[in-house]
T-cell receptor, first 120, second 112 residues
């Protein structure tokens, strides 16, 4: 299966604990995007990374959230000291990058199945 | 400040009829528009896209229309099938590998 792999699929944390969500991009993809979907909301962009670089983190909350995409291994979205409002589905997506994917030029993102975080 | 808006949260259509999902945007810099489909407990999957230099793109039962002057696009599904029941997200991007901006989605129910 060469798709975008996310784990864990479900994560339960108590307030104040840390949550770590992992994402392995599709084979051949070097760009990773994290999105969050709150209940009854659309997908909100959080952060865009390439290997070892954060390209755009304009959607990341200023505190408690961080992301990385190391040279080796998956991308990780880390949430420290979780609060109930962090409960959401977190989706990772990847794209090939340079030529924007399709011959048509659209920046088509391939999404993983998501990680659902529940904060008690 | 929503740059991509889907004003209909839900839509019900009879099997075999046409489904029309609408999307409006405000950012004139958007040059590509995409539709994604999402089933419960799964990630969104890409459906169809259109460049800003076109006004129509067709792929089987799915057609996307773009009206740049009105900053409006629509997705037509014909004929609609029960398996099309899902949440449909409209998305847009500026030039480059910029992140996609999504609407809130429209839940389509196709009734047999």
């Amino acid at each position: 299966n060469a798709g975008v792999m996310q784990n864990p699929r479900h994560l339960v944390r108590r307030r104040g604990q840390e949550a770590r969500l992992r994402c392995s991009p599709m084979k051949g993809h070097s760009h990773v995007y994290w999105y969050r979907q709150l209940p009854e909301e659309g997908l909100k962009f959080m952060v865009y990374l390439q290997k070892e670089n954060i390209i755009d983190e304009s959607g990341m909350p200023k505190e408690r959230f961080s992301a990385e995409f190391p040279k080796e291994g998956p991308s990780i979205l880390r949430i420290q000291q979780v609060v109930r409002g962090d409960s959401a589905a977190y989706f990772c997506a990847s794209s090939p990058g340079a030529d924007r994917g399709l011959p048509s030029g659209a920046n088509v993102l391939t999404f993983g199945a998501g990680s659902r975080l529940t904060v008690l | 400040d929503q740059q991509v808006k889907q004003n209909s949260p839900s839509l019900s259509v009879q099997e075999g009829r046409i489904s029309i999902l609408n999307c409006d945007y405000t950012n004139s810099m958007f040059d590509y528009f995409l539709w994604y489909k999402k089933y419960p407990a799964e990630g969104p999957t890409f459906l169809i896209s259109i460049s800003s230099i076109k006004d129509k793109n067709e792929d089987g039962r799915f057609t996307v229309f773009l009206n740049k002057s009105a900053k409006h696009l629509s997705l037509h599904i014909v004929p609609s099938q029960p398996g099309d029941s899902a949440v449909y997200f409209c998305a847009a991007s500026e030039p480059g590998n910029t992140p996609l901006v999504f609407g809130k989605g429209t839940r389509l129910s196709v009734i047999a």
